[in-house]
């Protein structure tokens, strides 16, 4: 067990919904990352806050938003949906933003978030 | 554009065996490089390398990286079923705070 929890597990929707991917960091990090996993795209970086702002951006859809709240859970929105996101979104935290830890910095990941868009 | 490619994509071996997985990195403002195995869901963290030719290793497992030809390599000695998976290399960043994935080298060890 990581200590990253993301809710929900699995969830399935129809296209042009709304949904909601929920994550809470392990305990102490300040860091969030989210990644979107799909069959064909390996692991793609969608974005990372640090401490309540956001910090870098990767293949993140205008459709997709984040934020990361005052307790550090941090949420990961996704509208408009699309059969093509179909995908398992994965949360994940470190202590540090990437880049400015010593070597003794790692990024925990949860279990993911399985999406079936249909 | 910053890429992180690995060989092979996909890798078969029988139980015993030594594998090396390989990684090479075009990463601007490169930090580390770490490694991850991914079995079902989670990847999990298995090595940061930050100075070249300094070996890591964790039980039958061992990764080193080289930042002049800019690849690293892990290896896996007597491989056993449980080390079937995807093994995936990342690249962190100084100035970007972001970490790039690697496609993965799926492998898998039949008994």
Sequence with gaps: DSGVTQTPKHL???TGQRVTLRCSPRSGDLSVY???QSLDQGLQFLIQYYNGEERAK????????AQQFPDLHSELNLSSLELGDSALYFCASSLYPTGLASSGNTIYFGEGSWLTVV | ED?????PLSLVVHE??????NCSYEVTNFRSLLWYKQEKKAPTFLFMLTSSGIEKKSGR???????KELFSILNITATQTGDSAVYLCACSKT???KV???PGTSLSVIP
């Design chain 2, 61 to 67: 497992l061992s990764s080193i990286l080289d930042k």
């Design chain 2, 95 to 97: 100035s970007y705070d």
């Design chain 1, 34 to 36: 989210w990644y979107q």
């Design chain 2, 16 to 21: 015993g065996d030594t594998v090396t997985l």
């Design chain 1, 12 to 14: 399935i929707t129809a």
């Design chain 2, 3 to 7: 890429k992180v490619v690995q060989s």
């Design chain 1, 58 to 65: 990767g293949n993140i859809l205008e459709r997709f938003s």
């Design chain 2, 100 to 102: 790039i994935f690697g």
